[in-house]
């Protein structure tokens, strides 16, 4: 169970935080920096009183097939995420997919990181650490060893974390997502996902029969990475029904793991969803998960969210100029102090969904019509009914 601290209306905050600063630009710029110019490595920068740390999303996964599922126990890690460690009887340990943990030992044991982590930690108030797609595994990683550092050491240090991910596989298992979220470290997280992008879901299906395909697809985005032209040029990426069959496949997993709320590879953090009304950002697992599922099957794309994953850079500028507008379909609303209300308007256009409103004593009242089928959505679940409801919140 996720602890009350998870709250929406605090993932609105980050995400409205994160969209109206510098810090999402610069990010994605850092990351496109170190895609074409550092494969297989990291960029570094220092604007103010902000060091960046920014990785590659070109890796190669300890050499494996991009299907490569087995997870690992972090205590394996010489204490480096010893905080994460602890767990209460009966509980499975912390555990993260082995590939990208052994990409992170490798991004450590750098000198050169170790030089330059030192260097911005010393200068900075705050750092942000960032990566896209396997990169912001390592990101996630990275900024999980500096936050265990720094609640380890004993002077309290007043440096602020925030990891930023484009189109991050999932890490870890739920227990790392549990632990995370104990340690109150769950506001540190922002994951940017498009909403048709296969790469965040991948994980959660067995991808040993595709082991050929995704080779090609690893090899596809990459290249695209290092040249964004790529993308553009190379317009048959795989035959449209092997896409459509991938697709398909990895729905129908998304799909049962929503459902079952349960599954080998689980999210933790904030996810920021991004579509082509506007831009949702969610702090609960569960929801996490459904909106996963629900994003991916209202796609009515031919693409199969193959090419999505090489194109953040197209939406970055949209998202910072346009989260957290004020406006819904019967007309524009102001909002006095909250951003609860402003961010239920905003997830509900983000689906192509209306809403009506009513305020009695205090307690919001919306009802959601979508015609076939009706979407609930509040600070603990995301539920689908087949009939009219109702979300109230009383202050």
Known sequence: MEAETALFESSGMLATFVASSPFLTESWRLCSLANTTAPESFVTDHIGTTGYIAFSGIQNVCGSDPGFRNLVQMDCTDGLFAPLLRRGE?????????????????????PRFQSEALAIMQKSKSIIITGHSVGGTTASLVSLWLLSYLQQTSISSPLSILCITFGSPLLGNESLSRAILHKKWSGNFCHVVLGNDIVPRLLFAPLESFTSQLHFLLQYWQMSMASPHFAELNTQV????????????????????ARAERSSYWPFGNYLFCSDEGEICVDNAKATVKMLRFMFRMSESGDYGIKEHVKYGDWVEKVSSRFMTRRVVEGEREYSESSYEAGLDLALQSCGISRQVWVVRGSVYIYISTGKRFLLLCRKELLFQEQLVCISRTR
């Open 238 to 257: 795989l035959a449209k029904e092997v896409k459509a069959e991938l697709f398909l496949f990895v729905l129908a997993h998304v799909g049962e793991s």
């Open 90 to 110: 009966g509980e499975d340990p912390a555990m993260v997919h082995a590939g990208f943990l052994h990409l992170f030992h490798t991004v450590y044991s750098c």
